[in-house]
């Protein structure tokens, strides 16, 4: 299971901060995930529904390549639960 946790600013560019910290968050959990499971990296984007280079970019932490969306999308699918806690 994974938790993120979204604290509301008054501004500032901490909106975007947090957001960064949430995808860098989710794609640690769906790498460590895919490893605890012995997935190569073409058995993850077959379970995953997406390309073999696109699992490369999230194993390697390529954080700018994935939308918050897509993340929890991904952990979906291999059923992983995302809880969003806003604070």
Do not use: Y
């Not at 990296?41 to 699992?55: C, I, K, T, W």
């Amino acid at each position: 299971m994974s938790v993120v946790h979204l604290v509301c600013e008054d501004g500032n560019g901490k909106e975007h901060a947090k957001v960064m910290e949430m995808r860098a968050e989710l794609i640690d959990h769906v790498r460590l995930f895919v490893q605890s499971e012995g997935w190569t990296q073409a058995q993850a984007a077959e379970r995953f529904g997406v390309a073999q280079s696109r699992v490369s970019d999230l194993l390697t932490g390529k954080t700018e390549k994935f939308s918050l969306d897509m993340l929890i999308t991904l952990a979906s699918r291999v059923g992983c639960k995302v809880e969003l806690a806003v604070e």
